[in-house]
């Protein structure tokens, strides 16, 4: 019986182990997605590659270059990155990574919904242009960079006044990372769709843009017409009302955290149904 045990345990240990470093790895991988980081990895693949390949072929010298690099590369990478390794560390320490449970992400969201249609519908009947993306899953963090940062708690009033005409930070999108908001006056790629009608300008555009090479839900507020539009996954929702806005904030940020932690926890809104 113990012959029989020993093989078990030592395939659950590895088992175990597998797991463990794909949890770590796959973390990483979306901790970094849309980062400058990822131009980082490739630059470390290339090494190894032009390292394996200097190897087969006896090229002694950019052997030992790519050995040198390698060998205080991450000595680099430690110094460059810093400040994300830090913030990491000091949620870590805080216990954040435990403490987010499903029932506190949904009441952020919720929050943020309530936020953004409050001011949209203010800016709107007064036709104040504005733009504000809204991250999900893809990092925005290059797009994040190209404007001021803000690092503040989400607030109606707060997305109002910085929307406000003639002020420094007006022009530009507002990206929201989290519960909070990222930066203000950041710079997105427009669209190149052929399809996009000639009367919509640049806040339009840009929406687009940034939804065909990220998951972010971005909402566009006209200065020429007041209307209030919704772009996601390179598709424009145009002169939306404010129950289908808040449908589809709904929908896009509070349904599908619900379903991410649907596996951990029971929510208390599907018991109401």
């Known amino acids: 019986m113990n012959f029989l045990n020993v093989p078990i345990l030592h395939y659950i240990e590895n088992i175990i182990d597998i797991l463990v470093v794909w949890f770590v790895i796959y973390g990483l991988i979306m901790l970094i997605r849309g980062t400058k980081a990822v131009q980082l990895l490739k630059g470390i693949f290339i090494i190894v590659v032009v390292k394996v390949i200097s190897s087969f072929c006896g090229l002694h010298t950019v052997e030992w270059i790519t050995n040198q690099a390698l060998t205080w590369g991450f000595l680099a990478i430690i110094i460059i990155f810093q400040p994300e390794l830090r913030r990491a560390l000091e949620t870590l320490g805080r216990g954040n990574i435990f403490v987010r449970t499903g029932s506190r992400i949904e009441k952020e969201q919720h929050h943020l919904i309530e936020a953004i249609e409050k001011s949209t ?22 797009y994040i960079e190209t404007g001021i940062p803000i690092k503040a708690h989400i607030s109606s009033q707060l997305l109002i006044n910085i929307f406000i005409p003639n002020t420094p930070l007006h022009d530009g999108a507002v990206i929201i990372k989290g519960n909070e908001i990222a930066s203000a006056a950041s710079y997105l790629p427009l669209s190149d769709s052929p399809f996009l009608s000639k009367e919509l300008g640049t806040r339009h555009r840009a929406a687009l843009g940034i939804s065909e090479v990220t998951d972010s839900i971005t909402i ?32 896009e940020l509070v349904t599908v955290v619900k379903k991410k932690n649907g596996f951990f926890s029971k929510w208390k809104g599907d018991d109401k149904k």
């Open 220 to 251: 566009v507020v006209s200065e020429e017409t007041g209307g209030i539009s919704v772009t996601k996954s390179g598709e424009l929702f145009r002169d939306i009302s404010k129950e289908q806005l808040h449908d589809m904030l709904e929908r």
């Open 121 to 142: 519908e203010y800016m709107a009947k007064r036709r104040i242009g504005a733009l504000i993306s809204v991250a999900k899953d893809t990092g925005m963090e290059d």
